[in-house]
């Protein structure tokens, strides 16, 4: 029976390979199902000679418990920009300097989510996102649900590559009709979508997102004797791999430009996005004389493409209500295409800039968006101007409550503590990422918990649980998504104490001053206590955030949140994850490059005191390497080793 079950994985397969990488089919699609039908039977008869590369794991349904947690053996970096011809120029001329040859691959950059791949014996052993370069997660579950990633390739050796997983144009647009069609929010952008896709537990998900993988990268080239990034290219296709078929040979910063020029003009009938052109050179040699930065390898740059500007109709003009109580005005637009992602709205910021740009409703606007930024509208198109156009009058009352708004600076406050949308915004931010990090609670659970009573203020949150009978009953809700839930909150409780001081909103304090806090103060207690003057003195900390900061602790309503959640087992300590966690007892480390803070001696005194040794070479045992300026072949070394490297900047925070 195995024999047979290997067969008809092989047939499977290289048609998958045929109609997926060489788009040429080689049986039909009732033959294919024919076979695929047998195997499932075959594999539900017999599970436990399922086959590591069986393509029945395409269609998902490996469901994890959580994300393991991957260490990549050479870091995945990322690419450094350049914004025009002139940057091209001197990023050509800097590895000119270097005596290298100006000979460079074109590519497009595919604008998705990185992946590593790692085959062992040619089967697809593990799946990997990048993470923050040197750790990332393990995504092997959704990974083989996507066509493009072969389960096995075409030669049995172990390789590791690299690409981007993407979501063509289509799929998202097919993706976003049936989340209409379930009323559910179309998402945002075709990246959002793929990394949102492959974050899932269950790979159900994944399948169902039609996702595509492109491969660009090898790691490890000599290992397979290959001296040409373009032979690299061509050695990955062979094994099976889907590689663009666009990139290209350039020479010089002519051949670049016109690459660049090229795919300005075609890029909007790609049937993926993209958001520039990655520029590399072709010599492996080269490239490891031009060596790395801490960040990014000094061999190859990414063109970006200037953000796009499209034209529509701004209907009206709509003031929305911030957890602060500002007024903000928003344009509500007719829907256009930009950059990727359908846009209804954008930012006015202010009355003035309403007024400065004389922008009125009905008006044809240009919008523009950079990167992941809120869309903005950048000016009217006066030739367009019928004279029915309505000038905007900004409202004296807040458009939720009816209170009179406040003037503060150039924005426009509703000061009611009640209202409701400021309230539910206040809500939403604490669940919400960078703050508590609740899961499940996303901006219409919350508001409709608002709507039904259950959540009024922040400590209600804690008690849900109290409730659980009844909210199993409502409409779309069950047992299990309750109690997931409550779980989240359960686990948001151990959270460290700048994520609690983020959520609870204290006026000017962010995710970045929430830290600064934190890391001083270790306490809630102690933060509630401080004097405008201890704040002050603290580095990072102005006179407006201390001022926000005593304000907060000395209002009664704030002291019974505190308390409440207190009651409720909320962690009100720094845990200090990346400081603390950090036992470099018995490490070894080694220095390169110039550092700027510190001498080499006092880098070497810390190292020591903290009970870790300093080494003048790297090897496997070496524990990071800490890079300064200009660092030299320690630093290569460390690279190809895979041995995390630190900054200066990043070694002092570790050590403290
Ligand atoms: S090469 C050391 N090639 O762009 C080589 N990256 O902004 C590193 N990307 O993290 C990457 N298309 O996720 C490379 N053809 C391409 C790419 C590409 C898209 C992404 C990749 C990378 C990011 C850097």
Excluded at 25 to 32: A, K, L, N, S
Excluded at 173 to 198: C, F, H, M, Q, T
Excluded at 344 to 361: V, W
Aim: net charge negative; hydrophobic share 35%; charged share 30%.
């Amino acid at each position: 029976m195995e024999e047979r079950m290997k067969e008809l994985v092989r047939i499977l397969n290289e048609a998958n390979y045929n109609y997926y990488v060489l788009d040429n089919p080689t049986i039909t699609d009732q033959e294919f199902d024919k076979y695929l039908r047998e195997l499932i039977s075959l594999e539900e008869k017999y599970p436990e000679l399922k086959q590591a590369d069986s393509p029945t794991s395409r269609v998902g349904g490996e469901v994890i418990d959580g994300f393991n947690k991957v260490y990549h053996e050479k870091p995945m970096l990322s690419l450094s920009n350049v914004f025009n011809e002139d940057e091209i120029i001197e990023f050509d001329e800097r590895l000119k300097k270097e005596h290298i040859k100006p000979e460079y691959v074109c590519e497009l950059k595919i604008d998705g989510l990185s992946v590593s791949l790692l085959y062992e014996k040619g089967v697809l052993k593990r799946a990997a996102t990048r993470g923050d370069g040197v750790v990332g997660e393990d995504i092997t579950h959704n990974a083989k649900t996507i066509k493009d990633i072969p389960l096995r390739i075409n030669e049995p050796i172990d390789i590791e590559v690299r690409g981007e997983i993407y979501m063509t144009k289509k799929a998202l647009l097919e993706l976003n009709e049936k989340r209409i069609d379930r009323g559910v929010e179309p998402l945002a952008n075709a990246r959002n979508a793929a990394a949102g896709s492959v974050r899932q537990l269950d790979s159900k998900v994944a399948a169902s997102r039609n996702l595509s993988c492109f491969i660009y990268h090898l790691p490890n080239p000599e290992d397979y004797g290959i001296k040409t990034h373009f032979e690299a290219l061509e050695f990955m296709k062979k094994l099976g791999f889907v590689v663009n078929d666009n990139n290209r040979k350039v020479e010089g910063v002519k051949g670049i430009l016109s690459f660049i020029e090229e795919w300005t003009k075609k890029r909007p009938d790609l049937p993926y996005d993209i958001d520039g052109v990655v520029i590399k050179l072709n010599d492996l040699a080269d490239q490891l004389r031009a060596g790395y930065t801490a960040k990014y390898p000094k061999w190859a740059t990414a063109y970006k493409f200037p953000a796009e500007l499209v034209l529509t109709r701004l209907k009206e003009i709509k003031m929305t209500v911030g957890r602060t109580g500002q007024v903000t005005p928003n344009a509500i637009l007719e829907p256009v295409l930009l950059m990727g992602s359908v846009i209804s709205k954008a930012t006015l910021h202010n009355e003035e800039y309403i007024r400065l740009k004389d922008i009125r409703e009905g008006d044809i606007v240009a919008i523009r968006k950079a990167g992941d930024v809120i869309p903005r509208v950048e000016k009217v198109i006066l030739d367009r101007r019928t004279g029915k156009e309505k000038v905007f009058e900004i409202p004296k009352t807040c458009p939720i409550c009816g209170s009179d708004l406040v003037k503060k600076d150039a924005a426009y406050y509703c000061e009611n503590p009640m209202c409701d949308k400021r309230t539910i915004e206040k809500l939403i931010h604490f669940a919400s990422r960078d703050a508590m990090n609740i899961e499940g609670f996303g901006d219409s659970i919350v508001e409709d918990f608002y709507n039904m009573g259950y959540l009024k203020s922040i400590p209600d949150f804690y008690n849900l649980g109290k409730y659980k009978e009844e909210l199993m009953e409502l409409e779309g809700f069950g047992l299990k998504s309750i109690e997931n839930l409550l779980n989240a909150l359960e686990e948001s409780k151990k959270n460290s104490l700048e994520k609690l001081l983020f959520g609870l909103g204290i006026r000017h304090v962010g995710a970045k001053g929430a830290k600064v806090l934190a890391k001083h103060f270790r306490t809630m207690d102690n933060l509630s206590i401080a004097t405008f003057d201890d704040l002050v003195n603290i580095p990072d900390v102005g006179d407006i955030i201390a001022r926000s900061i005593v304000d907060y602790f000395s209002d009664d309503e704030n002291k019974e949140i505190i308390k409440k959640l207190k009651e409720y087992g909320l962690n009100m300590e720094y845990l200090g994850t990346e400081v603390a966690n950090i036992n470099i007892s018995g490490k070894t480390f080694v220095l390169t490059g110039s550092l700027e803070q510190l001498t080499r001696d006092e880098a070497e005194e810390m190292i020591e005191n903290a009970g870790g040794k300093t080494s003048g070479s790297v090897s496997k045992k070496t524990y990071a390497v800490i890079v300064g300026k200009d660092p030299g072949s320690k630093y290569t070394k460390a690279l190809e080793l895979g041995i995390p490297i630190w900054t200066e900047e990043e070694f002092l925070e570790k050590i403290k």
